[in-house]
Nanobody, 123 residues
Framework: VQLVESGGGSVQAGGSLRLSCLVSGYINNRRCMGWFRQVQGKEREAVAALYVSSGDTYYGDSVKGRFTISQDNAKSTLYLQMNSLKPEDRATYYC?????????????????WGQGTQVTVSS
């Protein structure tokens, strides 16, 4: 199983990026699909999550109204549309898939991780 993120880069404040996460290989009993971000020296934080069974979504307070998580099952791809980016959104972004019945908002709820993609936002 591999998760490969793409779409990161540098953008000015107010701009947009769309991150993609291609999931290759079969993962059964998926419960959560999520995006996290991490800045060096800080904890990895949940940005957005998709509850697979219900289709419900979760967003961190700092990104509500600006970021949107979605998936395309035919393409085995998870997306994160990021609009109105702010300098504080700068981080390495990771996609993840979890099979543990849980909240989907903690890094410990996830079994599989991508390698990360860097997002830089300049003011």
């Amino acid at each position: 199983v591999q998760l490969v993120e793409s779409g990161g880069g540098s953008v000015q404040a107010g701009g947009s990026l769309r991150l993609s996460c291609l999931v290759s290989g079969y993962i059964n009993n998926r419960r959560c699909m999520g995006w996290f971000r991490q800045v060096q020296g800080k904890e990895r934080e949940a940005v957005a999550a998709l509850y697979v069974s219900s289709g419900d979504t979760y967003y961190g307070d700092s990104v509500k109204g600006r970021f949107t998580i979605s998936q395309d099952n035919a393409k085995s791809t998870l997306y994160l549309q990021m609009n109105s980016l702010k300098p504080e959104d700068r981080a390495t972004y990771y996609c993840a898939v979890g099979r543990i019945p849980a909240t989907c908002t903690s890094r410990w709820d996830y079994d599989y991780w991508g390698q990360g993609t860097q997002v830089t936002v300049s003011s």
